[in-house]
């Protein structure tokens, strides 16, 4: 470090620093500079004194104009809750059909239906509706008992299997392990298989075809459609629960699984239900 000395191109003083023959100028920051620097300070100040901001033993200073963050909070969810409370009502008026005919409802109602779909329904169907093995898609085409948003609202409204529910969507598929022997469950299995055009045991479709007209044909019908008055599902499509492939078919023929859907109706309220049917209609797989 050197002395301090007047540059003698700039005139102006340095300020005592040198590196390798270098000295640094002390040139002062510009006035508009310090003044905006001050202000900024001045501001700061200002605003701690305004607004709350400094902290106390068990609480903080208020301010001046005793804002708090908190309270608009919940002025803004009042207001929303508010506004929100008016087409609840509604909703709660309208039938589900009139519901869908007017886009204002429609899409409160499916906004209402998604929230409610993530805190009761994703636990089973998944957080995108796609389902699992043994729980529905919701965004398929397929539907035991209708894709119509009312037929919907009917099988959320009373659930599926749902011992507490006295209009609970019902259907049971008997265990065939008692009615057919291994050969015939490998034959009706490799039948159904191959409706899909899924790869089959050829030379059990034949007599697989007989099993099922004697046994299966009553609930799922002739053409293997499927009954949705019976809940039966459609055994031609490519569209399974439990899994498909003639080993996953022969399991189901044996011993059924079938799942069971809570009642919805007494715990969410009318509203919900309908907010809730609108929003698995809208998902694209309905009618």
């Known amino acids: 470090m050197s002395d301090k000395h007047i540059d003698k191109i700039s005139g102006v003083s340095t300020t005592g620093h040198e590196w390798d023959g270098i000295r640094e100028l002390n040139n002062p920051m510009p006035r508009w500079w310090v003044w905006t620097f001050y202000a900024t300070i001045f501001w700061g100040l200002a605003y701690t004194i305004a607004y709350p901001a400094w902290p106390l033993l068990t609480s903080s200073t208020k301010g001046l104009f005793g804002y708090s963050s908190r309270a608009e909070v919940v002025q803004d969810m009042a207001a929303a809750d508010a506004i929100r409370g008016s087409y609840v009502e509604l909703i709660k008026g309208k039938t589900i059909n009139d519901i869908l005919a007017d886009e204002t409802l429609r899409s409160i109602a499916v906004s ?19 389902g699992s093995s043994g729980y529905p898609n919701l965004n398929d085409d397929d539907w035991l008992w209708g894709g119509k948003a009312d037929a919907i609202q009917q099988t959320i409204n009373h659930g599926v299997r749902f011992a507490g529910d006295g209009q609970t969507r019902d259907s049971v598929m008997p265990a065939f392990a008692d009615v057919l022997d291994r050969k015939q469950i490998q034959e009706v299995s490799s039948y159904v298989a191959s409706l899909t055009g ?43 629960l439990n899994g498909s492939g003639e080993a996953a078919i022969a399991a189901q023929v044996k011993s059924p699984k079938m799942g069971v859907m809570p009642a919805w109706g007494d715990r969410l309220g009318e509203t919900a239900v309908k907010e809730l049917a609108v929003f698995v209609h809208s998902l694209g797989g309905s009618e």
Request: glycine share 12%; with cysteine.
């Open 198 to 240: 899924a790869a089959a045991e050829q030379s059990n479709i034949a007599h697989g075809a007989v099993i099922f007209a004697d046994n299966c044909a009553a609930c799922h019908g002739a053409d293997a459609k499927g009954n949705r008055e019976l809940g039966a599902p459609d055994l031609t499509d490519a569209i399974w």
């Open 112 to 130: 209402a239906g998604g929230a409610a779909f993530k805190v009761n329904c994703v636990q089973c169907h998944g957080s995108g509706a796609q």
